[in-house]
């Protein structure tokens, strides 16, 4: 791979999956053998949590990476995952809104930072915040593409076309992203025995129509199913297909091929 590959997961509203595709796809990359560092760029710090990491006093966060009072690869942990590595957050990140918006290339400060350790990685996966912050708009200049989860409900519909319309912006009036959206990822997709509600499949529609009204395409991709199997892998630190869940699996290795396409 000729360098590292920088893909986000952005939603502008909670509860929508980010951390749950960052999580499945770095570890699904990490157990193929490639070099992963994930960066849980959210104050709330699921992310961080989930891998297992306590972010002990004085040590550096990516408060401190971003605000360069520390090198990049003295915010890198590792996690208790082979190949798999983490700059992570805590509540303290919120306060580098002001930083971010007073040094006049916010947008692209992450983008550099992560540049001084691309060398050391196949790909970088990052947990973006769920609102329109400093914070988010770093995240998504430093991406080379973005996956869009999305809950199939109103607030899920809400929030696609909230990311849709920044993403828009930042490509247009400021030029700060660039770069591919893999998919939007319909997240906690109901079905009563082998078959989806119809609340879910009227969102998923939605869904449907409103990539195609932004983009001219379906950009819709498998979606992740409504189980208690994600929170009993997350909390097991298992895989799915460790689980024995490989149809559980499959939106997540979809996501990875495209992936890896953009090398």
């Given at each position: 791979?000729?360098?590292?590959?920088?893909?986000?997961?952005?939603?502008?509203?909670?509860?929508?999956?980010?951390?749950?595709v960052v999580l499945?796809?770095?570890?699904?990359?990490?157990?193929?053998?490639?070099?992963?560092?994930?960066?849980?760029?959210?104050?709330?710090?699921?992310?961080?949590?989930?891998?297992?990491?306590?972010?002990?006093?004085?040590?550096?966060?990516?408060?401190?990476?971003?605000?360069?009072?520390?090198?990049?690869?003295?915010?890198?942990?590792?996690?208790?995952?082979?190949?798999?590595?983490?700059?992570?957050?805590d509540d303290a990140?919120?306060?580098?809104?002001?930083?971010?918006?007073?040094?006049?290339?916010?947008?692209?400060?992450?983008?550099?930072?992560?540049?001084?350790?691309?060398?050391?990685?196949?790909?970088?996966?990052?947990?973006?915040?769920?609102?329109?912050?400093?914070?988010?708009?770093?995240?998504?200049?430093?991406?080379?593409?973005?996956?869009?989860?999305?809950?199939?409900?109103?607030?899920?519909?809400?929030?696609?076309?909230?990311?849709?319309?920044?993403?828009?912006?930042?490509?247009?009036?400021?030029?700060?992203?660039?770069?591919?959206?893999?998919?939007?990822?319909?997240?906690?997709?109901?079905?009563?025995?082998?078959?989806?509600?119809?609340?879910?499949?009227?969102?998923?529609?939605?869904?449907?129509q409103i990539t195609?009204?932004?983009?001219?395409?379906?950009?819709?991709?498998?979606?992740?199913?409504?189980?208690?199997?994600?929170?009993?892998?997350?909390?097991?630190?298992?895989?799915?297909?460790?689980?024995?869940?490989?149809?559980?699996?499959?939106?997540?290795?979809?996501?990875?091929?495209?992936?890896?396409?953009?090398?």
């Amino acid at each position: 791979m000729a360098s590292m590959q920088t893909v986000s997961s952005v939603s502008l509203a909670g509860g929508q999956g980010k951390t749950t595709v960052v999580l499945f796809v770095a570890r699904f990359l990490a157990e193929q053998g490639r070099t992963v560092l994930v960066v849980d760029a959210d104050p709330q710090s699921s992310l961080t949590t989930f891998l297992g990491h306590q972010v002990e006093s004085e040590s550096p966060t990516l408060l401190e990476v971003l605000k360069k009072q520390v090198g990049t690869e003295d915010g890198i942990y590792k996690t208790r995952y082979n190949n798999l590595f983490l700059i992570p957050s805590d509540d303290a990140l919120d306060t580098v809104q002001d930083y971010l918006a007073g040094s006049g290339t916010g947008a692209f400060t992450l983008k550099r930072r992560l540049a001084a350790v691309a060398h050391l990685f196949d790909y970088c996966l990052i947990d973006a915040p769920p609102q329109r912050s400093q914070i988010c708009l770093t995240v998504i200049g430093a991406s080379d593409a973005l996956v869009i989860p999305v809950e199939t409900s109103v607030k899920g519909l809400q929030s696609l076309i909230r990311t849709l319309e920044l993403i828009s912006e930042l490509r247009d009036d400021q030029e700060a992203f660039d770069g591919e959206i893999l998919g939007v990822v319909p997240f906690r997709d109901r079905w009563v025995g082998l078959r989806r509600t119809n609340e879910s499949e009227s969102n998923i529609e939605s869904m449907q129509q409103i990539t195609q009204e932004w983009f001219s395409q379906d950009l819709v991709l498998p979606s992740i199913r409504e189980s208690e199997k994600f929170k009993q892998a997350i909390n097991r630190g298992q895989t799915l297909h460790e689980m024995g869940q490989p149809e559980l699996a499959y939106p997540i290795e979809v996501l990875v091929k495209k992936i890896e396409q953009l090398e």
